[in-house]
């Protein structure tokens, strides 16, 4: 529609023009015209006006969908605001919409950035009653999350999860492993799992082997930070 290109462009000015010429020419917004407006309002950081934009939405009768709830969690978890994407999501389960696993990614996301483990543990609880099962991005956030709180026992038990289903752990996964193990002073195990990255076919960036390299040598263990040294310096870092 006409709408959506404009909120693709990034122009909301236009956006929001249009539907206030449907409105003096009679016509009322639909689901869909609002879930537009309030998506081009959270790409832009624009969370108040997201909210009251939602609040009008509701006003007028209207009931908004999946897309709308998870749109709104979205924009006020990439804005450090997981407590009103939580207020959302409640109200998502009362309106009896079912979320699905991207509202549930998202949320899990935001608590893990707050460093609020036990809620996102929550989370993966409620999710599997519903019968929804953890992916990739799920246990990535997971393990990230709980590398960043010290809580690498948990981290690790993530890991385990994904290899029992059968799921890749990609570059994320791996270098919040290796940070985690680095920050409690276990470079031999931080090896141990840079060596399983190189093994899948995945390439880790500079600061990884930095990390490892830092570490050993701090042990005084000069001999294998100059190894791994010499391995950067021979694949072309």
């Not at 309030?38 to 790409?43: D, E, H, V």
């Not at 009008?56 to 990439?78: A, R, S, Y």
């Not at 207020?87 to 991207?102: A, G, N, V």
């Amino acid at each position: 529609t006409l709408m959506n290109g404009y909120i693709k462009l990034g122009d909301l000015d236009e956006g929001f023009r249009l539907k206030n010429a449907m409105q003096a020419s009679g016509v009322q917004p639909d689901v869909y015209t609002y879930s537009v407006l309030i998506n081009g309002l959270c790409k832009e950081s624009k969370m108040d006006d997201a909210n009251e934009l939602f609040d009008e939405m509701l006003d007028n009768g209207l009931v908004p969908n999946g897309v709308t709830f998870t749109t709104l969690i979205d924009g006020h978890c990439k804005n450090g605001r997981v407590d009103l994407a939580m207020e959302i999501y409640k109200q998502m389960l009362s309106q009896s919409l079912l979320p699905d696993l991207i509202t549930y990614n998202t949320l899990i996301y935001g608590l893990c950035k707050k460093g609020d483990l036990k809620q996102a543990q929550d989370l993966i609880d409620e999710m599997s009653m519903k019968g929804l099962k953890p992916d990739k991005i799920t246990y990535t956030t997971l393990i990230d999350g709980n590398c960043k709180e010290g809580d690498l026992e948990t981290a690790f038990e993530y890991r385990k999860r994904m290899i029992k289903e059968n799921i890749r752990l990609d570059d994320v996964a791996y270098t919040a492993l290796i940070s985690g193990l680095c920050q409690e002073g276990r470079s031999v195990d931080a090896e141990k799992m840079l060596r399983e990255m190189l093994s899948v076919g995945l390439k880790p960036e500079i600061g990884t082997y930095t990390m490892i390299i830092n570490e050993f040598c701090k042990k005084g263990d000069v001999w294998t930070g100059s190894k791994l040294l010499k391995e950067m310096q021979r694949d072309g870092y």
